[in-house]
């Protein structure tokens, strides 16, 4: 089993409409979580950091934690065609530097 | 956060021979980090390099294959060696957050295509 698993998709909605991107976990041990953005031929993006269970919102973006369930995700309101890209969720052990484990990335495609 | 050069973008390499990569970073940083990106799999780390240390690869990397040099703070170089098609990959590297910011700020990074 991996430690994180993450569905590759690719997942298209219609513009406007509300995203919801989900990884799970196995070690309960990790402590933050986040949510890269990576479009095509570019370097991940962070768009997200929690290192708490419960929501945290900036813009159009929410994510969410859930440890009890081992389980995270990134909702995106308003969805429009620039948010096309793969989005990954990371987390850690402890806060400062810890290996870093990466879902596979989710393929979003917001069409017009 | 801070801003990261890499290069080359990409490049396309015969069999056998080495590519050495390039991260420059604006700001000085204490670790660096190289992954590895293959089509359908996660992230994965290579190694970590301090700077006046020998880098800290991760298991089933080993430094002949992928040298990593760390002159200063704000640079870095990896080496792919004796290469073969296996290794075509995105190779990224990564800085931890600075300037306060949490999380990790990655280069644009090198698409290597191994022929």
């Known amino acids: 089993q991996k430690e994180v698993e993450q569905d590759p998709g690719p997942l298209s909605v219609p513009e406007g409409a509300i995203v919801s991107l989900n990884c799970t976990y196995s070690n309960s041990a990790f402590q933050y979580f986040m949510w890269y953005r990576q479009y095509s031929r570019k370097g991940p993006e962070l768009l997200m950091y929690?290192?708490?269970?419960g929501n945290k919102e900036d813009g159009r973006f929410t994510a969410q934690v859930d440890k009890s369930s081992k389980y995270i995700s990134l909702f995106i309101r308003d969805s429009q065609p620039s948010d096309s890209a793969t989005y990954l969720c990371a987390m850690g052990l402890s806060g400062g530097y810890q290996k870093v484990t990466f879902g596979t990335g989710t393929k979003l495609q917001v069409i017009p | 956060s801070a801003v990261i050069s890499q290069k080359p973008s990409r490049d396309i390499c015969q069999r056998g021979t080495s590519l050495t990569i390039q991260c420059q970073v604006d700001?000085?940083?204490?670790?660096m980090f190289w992954y590895r990106q293959q089509p359908g799999q996660s992230l994965t780390l290579i190694a970590t390099a301090n700077q006046g240390s020998e880098a800290t690869y991760e298991s089933g990397f080993v430094i002949d294959k992928f040298p990593i040099s760390r002159p200063n703070l704000t640079f870095s170089t990896l080496t792919v060696s004796n290469m073969s098609p296996e290794d075509s990959s995105i190779y990224l590297c990564s800085v931890s957050g600075t300037g306060g910011a949490s999380g990790y700020t990655f280069g644009s990074g090198t698409r290597l295509t191994v022929v």
């Open positions: 929690t290192y708490s269970s």
């Open positions: 700001s000085q940083v204490t670790m």
